[in-house]
């Protein structure tokens, strides 16, 4: 009886971690294209009204549907016990995401504090790199590829003959 309580959880973490990724991956690719129509040579209440929106739909529900879809998906790290090759892959792209995030929040912000004086990049190579970065989630993830367990670098996983930057000596 208790597996199935068990996998119920497991279920809805699921559930959850792919709904708010679902959100956050249409987010990074919908904000650039919102952001990109920005144009300095537009009234002041049209550029008023689509700066709010983008800054709305970031901060409303980009950034909580990428903070629960890392919640969720930490979670089922653990739950799991997917500590394998490719689910280390998988991290280094959703940090990508997280990097691509932040930037769509800084641009964001400079649109809205230059007050109509910011020509916003364009949004294809962003579009492109996010885009890339969940087609190769998606693969690792749905294909679960048997990965080397040398997939970081020997001087990643070497000591460096230096001391540790603290005084306390791990136990």
Request: net charge neutral.
């Amino acid at each position: 009886m208790a597996a199935r309580g068990g996998g119920g959880m497991i279920v809805a973490v699921k559930l959850l971690h792919i709904a708010a990724l679902s959100i956050w991956c249409a987010g990074l690719v919908g904000l650039p294209l919102l952001l990109a129509k920005h144009d300095t040579a537009d009234e002041q209440t049209d550029y008023a009204r689509l700066r709010m929106l983008t800054h709305r739909f970031y901060i409303s529900v980009v950034t909580p549907a990428a903070v629960v879809s890392i919640a969720m998906g930490t979670a089922l790290i653990f739950l799991r016990g997917v500590f394998v090759p490719w689910m280390f892959a998988k991290l280094v792209l959703v940090g990508l995401l997280v990097l691509l995030h932040g930037f769509v929040g800084h641009m964001t912000v400079t649109i809205g504090e230059s007050g109509g004086g910011y020509a916003p990049k364009r949004a294809w190579p962003f579009v492109t790199v996010a885009t890339a970065a969940m087609v190769l989630i998606l693969v690792l993830v749905l294909g679960k590829p048997l990965l080397s367990e040398r997939i970081a670098p020997d001087w990643l996983l070497e000591p460096q003959d230096q001391p540790l930057p603290v005084d306390e000596v791990p136990m």
